[in-house]
Nanobody
Framework: QVQLVESGGGLVQPGGSLRLSCSASRSIFNIYFMGWYRQAPGKQRELVASITRSGSTNYADSVKGRFTISRDNVKNTLYLQMNSLKPDDTAVYYC?????????WGQGTQVTVSS
């Protein structure tokens, strides 16, 4: 079992940057899959980026070249660096990890991109 807590969201102007963090309550060293998802009002939750234990990454087409996912297995923290933010990036961002067959989610952090 693990508890996940996201932080780093907020209000940013178009073209700006934010770094989201997801702190885990236990070691993430052996957690194979971790990812960031987002859900905008009236839309389904979607995968933004994921990273495996070995460091392999995957990105949604809409964020490729702008967002970078990383993990720090010493600090037990997952990150999402978001650059060149657009209004369409506005959403609640959630981190998730998969342990065996169980998904664990954080509570989410709001990101609003607006001038």
């Amino acid at each position: 079992q693990v508890q996940l807590v996201e932080s780093g969201g907020g209000l940013v102007q178009p073209g700006g940057s934010l770094r989201l963090s997801c702190s885990a309550s236990r070691s993430i060293f052996n957690i194979y899959f971790m990812g960031w998802y987002r859900q905008a009002p009236g839309k389904q939750r979607e995968l933004v980026a994921s990273i495996t234990r070995s460091g392999s990454t995957n990105y949604a087409d809409s964020v490729k070249g702008r967002f970078t996912i990383s993990r720090d297995n010493v600090k037990n923290t997952l990150y999402l660096q978001m650059n060149s933010l657009k209004p369409d990036d506005t959403a609640v961002y959630y981190c998730k990890c998969l342990i065996l067959t169980q998904d664990y989610w954080g509570q989410g952090t709001q990101v609003t991109v607006s001038s």
